[in-house]
T-cell receptor
């Protein structure tokens, strides 16, 4: 069925290291992907997005990579900081379902000082 | 601040109570959403409104009743809930419902933490 999932529910990294959070999706009709960050007690916040006609997109300290061949999405965070500790969700937009987003389970990132 | 506010932030209610959750967006968006977020589960889409018209009811029990009086406000009316309905209820908005691109970026409120006793 259609689903968006994450390979690991938790990820622990040392402060200053790079973090990589992965996401697998199953629908080849998805045309738009978003990464959200959710801190404790808050709603999800947009981090970065990518359209299906791109392989890579960079933001401030974050990079999203899209591999359509294997339906894989990743979020890379450079020089991870304690403030990056949160749950990270990927979401896909199915082209044939208008604006509806399908969210993955989430990966909890913990940054050790 | 995302431009989406939700009240109350916390709510405790009994199974026989009736309460309402409120969401307001100040972004000029035309699509609004209700999600349920339970521990260890993905976000579950409940309802979608586009230009005040409900476009999706994702098999939500009738004890949850949405209302969208205008594009800026969204309510979720609750009655005779069950303990398993305890969760974080998130409201979101986007420019509008259409295929592809940044139109579909959803902005979330902080959520209402609901506990049903």
């Amino acid at each position: 069925g259609e689903s968006v999932g994450l390979h690991l529910p938790t990820l622990s990294v040392q402060e200053g290291d790079n973090s990589i959070i992965n996401c697998a999706y199953s629908n080849s009709a998805s045309d738009y992907f978003i990464w959200y960050k959710q801190e404790s007690g808050k709603g999800p916040q947009f981090i970065i997005d990518i359209r299906s006609n791109m392989d890579k997109r960079q933001g401030q300290r974050v990079t999203v990579l899209l591999n359509k061949t294997v339906k894989h999405l990743s979020l890379q965070i450079a020089a991870t900081q304690p403030g990056d500790s949160a749950v990270y969700f990927c979401a896909e937009n199915l082209y044939n379902q208008g604006g509806k987003l399908i969210f993955g389970q989430g990966t909890e990132l913990s940054v050790k000082p | 601040e995302t431009g989406v506010t939700q009240t109350p932030r916390h709510l405790v209610m009994g199974m026989t109570n009736k309460k309402s959750l409120k969401c307001e967006q100040h972004l000029g968006h035309n699509a609004m959403y209700w999600y349920k977020q339970s521990a260890k589960k993905p976000l579950e889409l409940m309802f979608v409104y586009n230009f005040k018209e409900q476009t999706e009811n994702n098999s939500v029990p009738s004890r949850f009743s949405p209302e969208c009086p205008n594009s800026s406000h969204l309510f979720l009316h609750l009655h005779t809930l069950q303990p398993e309905d305890s969760a974080l209820y998130l409201c979101a908005s986007s420019q509008e419902l259409r295929s592809g691109g940044r139109y579909n970026e959803q902005f979330f409120g902080p959520g209402t933490r609901l506990t049903v006793l």
